[in-house]
């Protein structure tokens, strides 16, 4: 069983938006971070936004200023917000929440992706 469940992608027009959202579907051992990773085909997966507990973001910097990461009020939510999308943006995107120890990932736990498509 897949333990994060994704929600939000879809077709959407260049320019356009998506929210993107990730819940846990179970019980989840300490996590320290959560992110959004996508993988376009071809291409290596790679990290798209990151949110420690404290709040403190990444972003890669092909998406900032135009997507925001943010965690939500349940436990190990967390949304991704990406507007002005443009064509480049089309890849599987995934969840992640990982838990960290002195920058050493101890473990973390993956979804099962959810399609972003921007058309030109």
């Known amino acids: 069983q897949v333990p994060l469940g994704e929600s939000g992608g879809g077709l959407v027009q260049a320019g356009g938006s998506l929210r993107l959202s990730c819940v846990p579907d179970?019980?989840?051992?300490?996590?320290?971070?959560m992110g959004w990773y996508r993988q376009a085909p071809g291409k290596q997966r790679e990290l798209v936004a990151n949110?420690?507990?404290?709040?403190?973001?990444i972003y890669a910097d092909s998406v900032k200023g135009r997507f925001t990461i943010s965690r939500g009020n349940t436990r190990n939510t967390v949304y991704l917000q990406m507007d002005r999308l443009k064509p480049a943006a089309t890849a599987m995107y995934y969840c992640?929440?990982?838990?960290?120890?002195?920058?050493?990932?101890?473990?973390?736990?993956w979804g099962q992706g959810t399609q972003v498509t921007v058309s030109s």
């Open positions: 949110i420690s507990t404290d709040g403190t973001t």
């Open positions: 179970g019980s989840l051992f300490t996590i320290s971070h």
């Open positions: 992640l929440a990982e838990y960290l120890q002195a920058g050493t990932r101890l473990y973390a736990y």
